[in-house]
Structure formats: C-alpha cells, structure tokens
C-alpha cells in the first residue's frame, strides 16, 4: 500500500503564501483520486481540492477556489498544493489521501471516505 508524507507547512501571515508538497512511497498506478483535506479544531475534516488521475480533472471546495491549485509531478511522485492569499480561516491541520476509486472525487464532489492518508502538516495563518 502507497504511502503519503505531508511537508511544507508552517506559520505566516494573513495574505502570504505555502506550498504544500505530498511524497508517495511509490508510483501511484491503479490510484483514481488523490486529494488534500484539512481538519481545524473541533472541525470536521473537510475536502480542499482533489485530481481524478484518469483525466486530470481538479475539484476545489468553495473557500479555496482561485486561492488555491493542486498539482503532481508523476517523475516525482508528489502531490502538491500551492496556497495564495491565506485566510486566518485556513488554519488547520492539511492531510493528503489517496485512493483507487475515482467515484470519490469525480463529478464535482470530494468524499472524505479515501483508503490511504498522510500524517498530516499543520498550517496557521495569523492576521
């Protein structure tokens, strides 16, 4: 089973910008979706923004669109989030996932229900 490993968070100020970088194990074939999720305190875990590997399509939750872009590097085998123009709301703990079905993350929505999960990298923003 792949696994994930989160880097890139940290601690900015309210407008700044972070990339978040997500390492798999190994090369993700049979994957359909991956995803970032972030879950603040006393929050559920909510779906950020995610990629269907058949066709590369991108998802983004409402809060974070035109603010936020994923992208992978398939040589690299690594996931990444870029994060413009930070919120103090962004605050959170940012997780990546992966799965092998790509009903999780196709047709306009993101499930939290993936198979495979990274450690995690804290974010916060201060004002």
């Known amino acids: 089973q792949v696994q994930l490993v989160e880097s890139g968070g940290g601690s900015v100020q309210s407008g700044e910008s972070l990339r978040l970088s997500c390492a798999a194990s190994?090369?993700?074939?049979?994957?359909?979706?991956m995803g970032w999720f972030r879950q603040a305190p006393g929050k559920e875990r909510e779906g950020v923004a995610s990629v269907y590997r058949p066709d590369g399509s991108t998802y983004y939750a409402v809060s974070v669109k035109g603010r936020f872009t994923i992208s992978r590097d398939n040589a690299k085998k690594t996931l990444y989030l870029q994060m413009h123009s930070l919120k103090p709301e962004d605050t959170a703990m940012y997780y990546c996932?992966?799965?092998?079905?790509?009903?999780?993350?196709?047709?306009?929505?993101?499930?939290?229900?993936?198979?495979?999960w990274g450690q995690g990298t804290q974010v916060t923003v201060s004002s």
């Open positions: 190994e090369i993700t074939y049979g994957i359909g979706c």
């Open positions: 996932a992966a799965d092998r079905s790509g009903s999780l993350c196709y047709g306009g929505v993101l499930s939290t229900d993936f198979l495979t």
